[in-house]
């Protein structure tokens, strides 16, 4: 936790290393200990590796931000890790869900869904008889007023 506190900020996520780390690393149900991250950046790890982590440094939850998840949140490891995601439909490309949490005083967290809106084509032209009051063209050079 030391090194965590010792971290410059502002500062750039360098290639390598604990703040690499601790930006890129992710769960992962099928590894135990330490494996190989697809995003081909720091490592994946498994619930064993998040119970020794919360063990050594008397934690109840890990909070970890910064990857997609469908429904805006995910529990990992017998609910000790929680992911959160708060962009809805992220960059277009996601038709996931949004997530914010809350802690109340006795250290209770409770979730809300932010759920992606309808997907609308940026321009729709239904023609002039859509039943719809035609938008007159913009003019370069508009009448002056006399």
């Excluded at 360098?14 to 890129?24: K, S």
Aim: net charge negative; proline share 7%.
């Amino acid at each position: 936790m030391e090194q965590i506190r010792r971290i410059m900020r502002p500062t750039d996520v360098p290639d390598t290393g604990l703040l690499c780390d601790l930006l890129w690393s992710d769960p992962d149900k099928d590894v135990q200990g330490w494996g190989e991250n697809d995003r081909g950046v720091s490592f994946t790890f498994g619930a064993d590796v998040v119970s020794k982590f919360l063990n050594r440094h008397d934690l109840d939850l890990i909070y970890r931000v910064h990857q997609v998840v469908e429904d805006g949140y995910e529990f990992f490891a017998k609910r000790q890790l929680v992911t959160l995601f708060s962009a809805p439909n992220y960059c277009g490309e996601f038709d996931n869900a949004g997530g914010m949490m809350s802690v109340d005083e006795t250290l209770m967290c409770s979730f809300q869904i932010l759920k992606p809106s309808e997907k609308k084509a940026k321009y729709q032209y239904g023609g002039l008889n859509s039943g719809r009051p035609v938008t007159p063209p913009q003019t370069a050079n508009p009448p002056k007023k006399r």
